[in-house]
């Protein structure tokens, strides 16, 4: 963005009327900036980018001796090992069942608390739920998988006796295949939908209030109103999300799995995730699991890339 | 005519009776939501401070019954939990400095519309949002750079978090006047002086949200001492807290599980982790009040996307 006007800049004026700015000639003029912003770059350089330089061990043998770059090129010989072990099966399917269902159920349920919140009228009340539901979402997820094994338990969990007598039965919800999803799940939306619908709740707060006079003039009820004026002001939003949470749908949450992970539910509940971190950190095979992490990543990538193609395509709204 | 009053009056009559029942549904709902979010953390409170055997037989519901320091008393005669919570306050003081002190100036610049380079800059950081190295090149990196079983790995690393530059260079874009960089300069103001004192003084808000969710990270960051850290007297809370919550392993000296003493200390074992809950999340719920009065705020700016 070039400035039109030299006059914009007083104190650089003479900069300007030489030549057209470039990095180059503006460089001792923005020195400060530069300074400024140094930290940062090299902060982001190091730690992100040197580590995408080092993804090339997915296609080499790690050399203790000769560190990343000195073993032998290997192609797509353990992309190949990862395909056809006889995990792979299952860790596509864990993963892509939970990231899935967590998409699915936990993406509408911060839209529909926003709405909720949007139409309580007691202001106090209001101002009391929001206090309280964004409260969760600042629970370490330690304290959260703790939460769940202590409230759970069949035993002595306070929700473990209140689904005994409602005639459940004795089930532990955290050691079962069938219900660490579901638990996983629900818990996922205790904890994060009220701070998700915050950005919600401000897309509401900018419907311009003519529109809500001009409905009530008409005679529309308030479903009417949520349905017609509401809703639509939130879609921009909801499609920006909706590509952003499309483009994390294979990296579930590593921490909460894993800590949520025992030997009764492990059938179901290893991820991909999970499985780069115990093959590559604690067994040392460094470059089978940089392979899988590599899979993994490109895997979002594509799907990010292509809910975006699709999002531009029918609605204008994009990411890019 | 008076008919149609009449008329006019009842539609009139069963609207309002149709919004009363509309805003009694909503409000029953919501008092649902709240009481689902309130009661687990409630019944944590009352049962921390109950005798165990009544809180696992499912006595305590509602009031706490029996009371006992005992789960607290043994918390603080834990010498794990002194050290990872030493440590972890170390880590979040220093941490969210760097993080601001890093995140703060570079998104002043990449909003002044005259930094020819900030397309450039801000595209090769976003990058980083949808693109990485992975789990094994980063933790190689670490080890090469001898960061594994130091402090500096919870401090230096990702010390700029993309999401928070953006919110605050869209904050310094939209809410700081452009006249006032140039009234600034007109009278010889350099950027780090006009950074300092006029930009700063004027973002409490964004500095105070953005402030938060480093501290927030730090505090709640349990994945770096995993990966990256051995010795015990360098772990944070959070993996001191998976010990004790998950591990079973809630007294120090081993006990908790088998053993004569054992069921003894099972009894207990419960009482400590509820009171662990609280000690470790009390002091984020502290400073939760002072700052809930921006979220909305922070939320907002970082929607007006980057």
Redesign the interface.
Known sequence: MVPKNPYEHPVNLRAYKKKKPTVLNTFVRDYQLWIMILPAIVVIFIFNYIPMYGIQLAFRDYNFAKGLTGGEWRGLFYFKQFFESYQFADLMKNTIVISLSTVVLSFPAPIILALLINQLRWKRAKKALQTTVYLPHFISIVVMVGLLNVLLSPNSGVIGHLLQSIGLGNVNLLGSTSTFVPVYVLSEIWQHCGWNSIIYLAALSTVDPQLYDASKIDGASRWQTIRNIEIPALIPTIIILFVLSMGSVLSTGFEKIFLMQNSLNLPVSEVISTYVYKIGIVSNQFSYSAAIGLFNTLINFFFLYTMNLVARKTSETSLW | MQLVQKKQKAVAHK?NF??WM??AV??A??LL??L???Y??Y??VI?SISNSTL????QV?IFPKDISFFGYSEIFKDQRIWTGYGNTILYTVLGTAVNL???L??A???S??????R???MF??VV?L????????????MK??HLLNTMWVFI?????N?YN?IIARSFFESSIPKELY?AA??D?C???RY?GSVVLPLSKAIVSVIGLYYL?AH??D??TGL?YIRSNDLQPL?IV??DI??SNQVFSQGAGSGGAAGGYAQQYA?QV??G??IV??LP??LV??FL?KY??KG??I??V?G
Not at chain 2, 55 to 58: L, M
Not at chain 2, 130 to 141: C, Q, R, S
Request: charged share 15%; hydrophobic share 55%; proline share 5%.
């Open positions: 609207r149709g919004e509309f805003d909503v409000f709902i919501c939501i709240f689902s979010i309130v687990p953390l019944f944590v049962a809180v696992s037989t499912g519901t002190l890093f995140t100036p570079a002043y610049v990449l002044r519309q005259e930094f020819r380079a397309r450039f800059i090769a950081f980083t949808f693109f990485g190295g992975g789990l094994i090149p980063t933790y190689l990196l090469d750079l230096l690393p990702f010390s700029v993309v530059l140039e300069a007109m010889g350099s950027h780090f950074f927030v505090w709640n349990f994945f990966i959070q807290l998976r919550l998950l419960d982790k509820y662990v809950i470790s999340t984020i719920l939760y009040p809930q979220f909305d939320v907002m970082g929607s996307k």
